[in-house]
């Protein structure tokens, strides 16, 4: 069993830079995939980034995000309005982006940018 937990989530403004944090524990987490989700209100979960041998980042994300995995984080910088959503840790022993597939979630931490 995996435990994880969120940090880092708040109020930025558009431009702005939050780092949210993961701490994962109850199983070696070196083997499985940790990925990060997002969902906005109204809107379905989505896929933000992932990282096991490599790492992979949703388009939109791209150039602005970076995932780690020393005490998984998401280094989040030139935040938009339309990052705003609650953002999810996630694990997987599979190697998948697809929500359905990660066995494991954190509760969640709000993300809100303004403009």
């Known amino acids: 069993q995996v435990q994880l937990v969120e940090s880092g989530g708040g109020l930025v403004q558009a431009g702005g830079s939050l780092r949210l944090s993961c701490v994962a524990s109850?199983?070696?987490?070196?083997?499985?995939?940790m990925g990060w989700f997002r969902q906005a209100p109204g809107k379905e979960r989505e896929f933000v980034a992932a990282?096991?041998?490599?790492?992979s980042y949703a388009d939109s994300v791209k150039g602005r995000f970076t995932i780690a995995k020393n005490t998984v984080y998401l280094q989040m910088n030139s935040l938009k309005p339309e990052d705003t959503a609650v953002y999810y840790c996630a694990a997987t022993p599979l190697v998948t982006l697809t929500p359905i597939d990660y066995d494991y979630w954190g509760q969640g931490t709000q993300v809100t940018v303004s403009s």
């Open positions: 109850g199983r070696t987490f070196s083997n499985l995939v």
């Open positions: 990282i096991s041998w490599s790492t």
